[in-house]
C-alpha cells in the first residue's frame, strides 16, 4: 500500500528535496507541497495523505497552529491524517505542545535521509515516533521546566489496572511494543491490547499523548532512563 505525503515548509529548497528523496521510495507518494501552514491544511483537505510532513516555524500560519487544523477539523471534515512535525532545533517548545495536539512526533530536519524515509514509514502504521532519545529529553526538558505536575492526570491514573499502568510507564520511557514485550515476557499482540485500554480509558488520541500524559501525571520524571 502505498503511503501518500504531503510536504509543509516554508523553504522551496527542503521541499524540494525532501520530495525527491521520499518520491524515490516505491512505498511513498508525494501528492503535495505547501509554504505555509494556512495552505498546508489547504493542501491536506484537497489531497488526503496519510502523513503531513510539517514544519515548525513558518509565516502566515505557524506549524502548530495548522497542525491543530488538520488534527481537530471542524464538523464535516472526517479526513485525519498522521502529522510529523520537522524542525531545527532539537528543544523546541512549539514540539511539545504539537504533540500534546496529536502529532504523531517529530524529526530534525538535518537527520539521515534514512531517518526521513524511516519515520514516515513508521508514522504512517500508526506508531509514534518517540525512540530516539532526543524526544524524550525535548519531553522531559519541557516538563522540568512547568509548574508541579496537574492533578487531574495523576487522577486519571487511578482507573488504570496495574499492569496497565507499568505499560504505560514503558511507553513514555521509549520502549518500543517488541521491547515491552520483552521487558514483560508477554506477546507483542497482548502489549498492543493494553495499549489500546490504556488510550480508552485515559481519552488519549495516540501513543505521544500516552508519553505526555505519563510525564504530567508524575509517572514518569525528568532525567529518568529507559
Avoid: C, W
Avoid at 504523531?104 to 526521513?116: M, R, V
Avoid at 480509558?201 to 501513543?207: C, G, P, S, V
Wanted: charge should be negative; proline fraction near 7%; hydrophobic fraction near 45%.
Amino acid at each position: 500500500m502505498t503511503i501518500r505525503v504531503i510536504i509543509v515548509d516554508d523553504q522551496a529548497m527542503v521541499r524540494a528535496g525532501f520530495a525527491a528523496l521520499l518520491s524515490a521510495q516505491a512505498d511513498i507518494d508525494v501528492v503535495g507541497e505547501a509554504p505555509d501552514g494556512r495552505q498546508g491544511v489547504q493542501v491536506s483537505r484537497s489531497t488526503h495523505p496519510d502523513v503531513v510532513l510539517m514544519d515548525v516555524r513558518m509565516p502566515e500560519m505557524d506549524g502548530l497552529t495548522a497542525a491543530r487544523e488538520i488534527l481537530d477539523p471542524p464538523p464535516g471534515v472526517v479526513h485525519r491524517p498522521k502529522v510529523l512535525m520537522l524542525t531545527t532545533f532539537d528543544i523546541d517548545d512549539y514540539v511539545y505542545e504539537a504533540l500534546r495536539a496529536g502529532a504523531s512526533g517529530f524529526l530534525l530536519k538535518d537527520a539521515p535521509p534514512a531517518d526521513l524515509i524511516s519515520a514516515v514509514r513508521v508514522v504512517a502504521s500508526g506508531e509514534a515516533l518517540l525512540a530516539p532519545s532526543v524526544t524524550r529529553r525535548l519531553i522531559a526538558d519541557f516538563v522540568q521546566r512547568r509548574p508541579a505536575p496537574r492533578k487531574d492526570p495523576a487522577l486519571r491514573l487511578k482507573g488504570l489496572t496495574p499492569r496497565e499502568t507499568e505499560v504505560l510507564e514503558l511507553i513514555a520511557r521509549g520502549l518500543s511494543n517488541q521491547e515491552i514485550a520483552g521487558h514483560l515476557v508477554l506477546a507483542e499482540q497482548t502489549v498492543k491490547t493494553h495499549i489500546g485500554r490504556v488510550l480508552a480509558k485515559l481519552d488519549l488520541r495516540d501513543r505521544a499523548q500516552a508519553v505526555i500524559f505519563a510525564y504530567e501525571a508524575g509517572l514518569v520524571r525528568p532525567g529518568d532512563s529507559g
